[in-house]
């Protein structure tokens, strides 16, 4: 009789439902997917079901194949000695492997009236609590977004485009990925679109009440509706669960994705730290690290050494409203290029992005294992970083002695 290896992966965003896919080509894996929530959130769209034009959810059976288990849970400790994780309904699920794909979210503002003011968008409950309270405020009331992201560039664009009065402040620079020539595109369309951009050092929040939001230097903005975009953190899970983790609680693992402490532990997504040098938080990232997650746990069961992370990007694409957006394309070890596309053209290459990480989803669904990106060479700059930092190793050790 043939025995079955159970993973477990927690977190069905891009990167855990890339991982359970991908992990059914085996037929003697069985894969269980716990997640909050019964329906796939496009995360990447959050800024559209604020501004109502899209509904920023697909349903599983569209994304997630047939095999594999959904448990619609939160999963509230994860034991490794025992090889199972308990579930905030009761009850525990084990497993001869974990996939860790908890995802992030709002990190605390740590900014007096924040958490009670504003309202941050970083997950699905999140936007859906503030689409009303934008329906309800009037066309010409004030509307505040903070940070100066993507986040917040695509919530400030897509609200302006509708006749909001809109202020983005971004803290030191607006758009800090974006080369130059790229930033000026953007705060030239914003600026179309009548969007107050404040940046530079007096543009830091340092407080949020019901109607205003007060700035570094003593400015105060009128803020009838104010949405919070700066920063996100990550689920403290692993650390409750005593696996080791980096400063923001993000689990720390080697190059293989597998974790420091447990052989039979791997992260995936916004929530690994490789090395501890942890990708940016993205779905460009997160599909491929969920893919090379599921291959790691596959060479395991093989008794095969993993590969090792091998990550390509290809830039940042940011909507700017429905009619405008920009593809900013940047080297392979994600930092920007001088070229760019905006515009009307740049609006469509955001949405073949958009559906098209969709589509990789339902393509792995169909054919487990057809998925192949994360083999994309882009590891190089990478490998220079990490052996940069091995070599300060014996010097500091050499001071410190």
């Known amino acids: ?119 941050p968008i970083a997950d699905l409950e999140e936007a859906q609590r503030l689409r009303p309270v934008l329906d309800a405020a009037p066309a010409t009331a004030a509307v505040t977004v903070v940070g100066g992201g993507p986040t917040g560039i695509e919530t400030a664009a897509e609200l302006a485009e509708q006749g909001r009065t809109v202020t983005l402040v971004c803290g030191e620079v607006l758009g800090p990925y974006l080369h130059p020539r790229g930033r000026r595109s953007v705060a030239k369309r914003l600026a179309g679109l009548g969007v107050t951009v404040l940046e530079g050092p007096d543009a830091k929040v340092t407080a949020v009440t019901r109607d205003a939001v007060r700035l570094g230097g003593g400015r105060e903005l009128p803020s009838e509706v104010t949405i919070w975009t700066a920063g996100f953190g990550v689920p403290d899970l692993a650390a409750r669960s005593g696996l080791s983790t980096d400063a923001l609680g993000r689990l720390l693992t080697d190059e293989t994705l597998t974790s420091v402490d447990d052989a039979h532990v791997v992260a995936a997504g916004d929530s690994a730290a490789p090395s501890d040098l942890p990708l940016r938080m993205s779905c460009q990232a997160a599909m491929p690290l969920g893919a090379r997650a599921a291959d790691t746990v596959l060479s395991r069961m093989d008794g095969e050494q ?96």
């Not at 009761?90 to 974990?98: I, K, Q, S, W």
């Not at 989803?361 to 700059?381: C, F, I, M, N, Q």
């Open 306 to 401: 993993p590969s090792t992370l091998n990550q390509a990007f290809a830039g940042q694409c940011i909507s700017l409203g429905r009619r405008g957006g920009i593809f900013q394309f940047a080297h392979k070890y994600d930092v920007a290029l001088w070229f760019h596309i905006d515009g009307g053209l740049g609006a469509k290459l955001k949405e073949f992005v958009c559906t098209g990480t969709v589509k990789h989803l339902a393509d792995e669904a169909g054919k487990p294992g057809s998925y192949r990106l994360h083999r994309v060479s882009g590891g190089t700059k990478r490998q220079e970083l990490l052996q940069a930092r091995r070599d300060e190793v014996p010097a500091t050790a050499d001071r410190a002695s």
């Open 1 to 119: 009789m043939t025995r079955h290896t159970d993973v477990v992966v927690i977190g069905g965003g891009y990167a855990g439902v890339m991982a359970a896919n991908r992990l059914t080509q085996r037929e003697d894996v069985t894969v269980t997917l716990i997640n909050p929530r019964p329906d796939f959130v496009e995360r990447i769209r959050l800024h559209q079901l604020v501004g109502g034009s899209h509904d920023a959810v697909v349903d599983y059976r569209q994304v997630l194949a047939e095999g594999v288990d959904l448990v619609v849970d939160t999963v509230t400790r994860i034991d490794t000695a025992g090889r199972s994780v308990a579930l905030a309904t009761g009850g525990t699920v084990g497993y001869d492997y974990l996939v860790y794909a908890v995802g992030s979210g709002s990190a605390d503002p740590r900014v007096p009236g924040a958490a009670e003011f504003a309202y």
